[in-house]
């Protein structure tokens, strides 16, 4: 079956709460920041998912991401209730969150012309073990697209494996679905060291897609380290798996095959630069695209925090 919709990250994506900031690819650069406190924070999950007291130093989070899109600065703000998020609002959308004791249970992305909804499922130690998200995309006045997105996370001791299926549908018509698998490394302290994805296409040439992803960290704070639920989704979509705050770089090779056959591959890095507040917490991440000895400079967030 031909997919309709071969690029998931342009229509409501993961990061469907970040624009465009500056250049644009900034699409996906909050999400780099909303990486930070899970990355750490996943460090002492060991079945904890249960917060009986708050700390002074638990208590900072943050508030306040900005960015330029278009010439145009974007604020988005961050509310709580304690320190579980309710909601992030920008001029342009609010994105809603739902816990279930100290679980985030539900997400609901409000836009002015999408919208997406993900409900979240997990064991009884916390991990994250399904997630059901919808789509909607409302173009001109007759056509409305719809990805239903249907994931599965098994664990082991040094590996989650992640199974998901698209499908699209335009105007509740049926167009076709694709499918991927991602594999997460961790490391003695359950930090994430890599990932590989493989996806697959039937009816194409490359019929197999390969990006393998490998991350290095410093040892600062992650700017979300503080929220309650944010450590238990580090592997959703919405998260996503791009990181900041605590990430020095990220080297990634992509290699496309037909046949079992490489017929292409690349490398490129990205390369983070954090400014730190006196609490080790980052108030500035600017990301380089590093490929072939040239580095170019493709996003900058400032980070506010509530103490």
């Not at 500035?284 to 170019?296: A, D, F, M, P, V």
């Amino acid at each position: 079956m031909k997919i309709i919709y071969k690029n998931k990250v342009n229509f409501i994506n993961l990061s469907y709460f970040c624009l465009n900031f500056k250049f644009n690819d900034m699409r996906h650069f909050f999400i780099l920041l909303f990486i930070c406190s899970i990355f750490t924070a996943c460090n002492n999950r060991d079945n904890d998912t249960t917060i009986t007291s708050i700390s002074e130093e638990q208590k900072i989070l943050p508030i306040r991401f900005s960015g330029e899109q278009n010439g145009e600065i974007i604020v988005r703000n961050f509310n709580y209730t304690g320190n579980k998020l309710t909601n992030i609002t920008d001029k342009y959308s609010k994105t809603i969150f739902n816990y279930n004791n100290d679980l985030i249970s539900n997400i609901k992305f409000l836009g002015i012309d999408n919208q997406r909804e993900i409900n979240f499922t997990y064991d009884n130690n916390g991990n994250l073990i399904k997630e059901i998200s919808v789509e909607e995309e409302v173009i001109g006045t007759n056509t409305k697209r719809k990805i239903v997105t249907d994931i599965t996370y098994t664990h082991n001791s040094s590996t989650i494996t992640k199974n998901e299926t698209a499908k699209y549908y335009t105007n509740d018509s049926f167009n076709g679905e694709d499918s991927s698998t991602t594999v997460f490394t961790l490391d003695s302290d359950k930090k994430i060291i890599s990932k590989v994805r493989t996806s697959k296409s039937e009816h194409s040439n490359p019929d197999t897609y390969k990006t393998t992803t490998i991350y290095s960290y410093s040892h600062h704070n992650p700017s979300f380290k503080n929220i309650a639920g944010f450590k238990n989704i580090v592997y959703s979509s919405f998260i996503g798996l791009s990181l900041s705050g605590n990430i020095v770089s990220e080297e990634i090779t992509q290699e496309n095959s037909f046949q079992n056959v490489i017929v292409s591959s690349s490398t490129h890095k990205l390369i983070y630069e954090n400014t730190f507040n006196k609490d080790n917490y980052p108030t500035k991440t600017i990301r380089y695209y590093s490929e072939n000895n040239q580095k170019t400079k493709k996003a900058e967030v400032s980070i506010d925090y509530n103490k």
